[in-house]
């Protein structure tokens, strides 16, 4: 376990539930737009590139960050789990011939 991972893991948690705010506050703008705002209008592009500028420290964070799932995640399949059962082994049989 590095310690670092508790730090990575809450800004990555934040950074997602930030995404989620800014994706509910892009959704309300969009439904806002005039109903002639569609892509490749000034006001539907505007809103947009401001959704996405307001988005990228978040999807920075994830980038610097994401590897530390990974990292867990190599680290969880190969640590020896205390709920697994110590395997034991199979007694020897005993095979008698018959005379």
């Given at each position: 376990m590095q310690s670092r991972w508790v730090y990575q893991l809450g800004v990555l948690r934040d950074a997602l539930d930030r995404l989620d705010e800014l994706h509910e506050q892009r959704l309300k703008t969009r439904d806002a737009l005039p109903t002639?705002?569609?892509?490749?209008?000034a006001d539907?592009?505007?809103?947009?590139?401001?959704?996405?500028?307001?988005?990228?420290?978040?999807?920075?964070?994830?980038?610097t960050h994401g590897k530390a799932l990974r990292e867990i995640n190599s680290a969880a399949r190969t640590a020896r789990s205390p709920l697994a059962p110590?395997?034991?082994?199979a007694p020897v049989q005993r095979i008698t011939a018959r005379k």
């Amino acid at each position: 376990m590095q310690s670092r991972w508790v730090y990575q893991l809450g800004v990555l948690r934040d950074a997602l539930d930030r995404l989620d705010e800014l994706h509910e506050q892009r959704l309300k703008t969009r439904d806002a737009l005039p109903t002639t705002a569609r892509p490749g209008t000034a006001d539907f592009d505007d809103s947009l590139a401001e959704h996405h500028a307001e988005s990228w420290s978040c999807l920075d964070d994830w980038a610097t960050h994401g590897k530390a799932l990974r990292e867990i995640n190599s680290a969880a399949r190969t640590a020896r789990s205390p709920l697994a059962p110590i395997p034991v082994p199979a007694p020897v049989q005993r095979i008698t011939a018959r005379k």
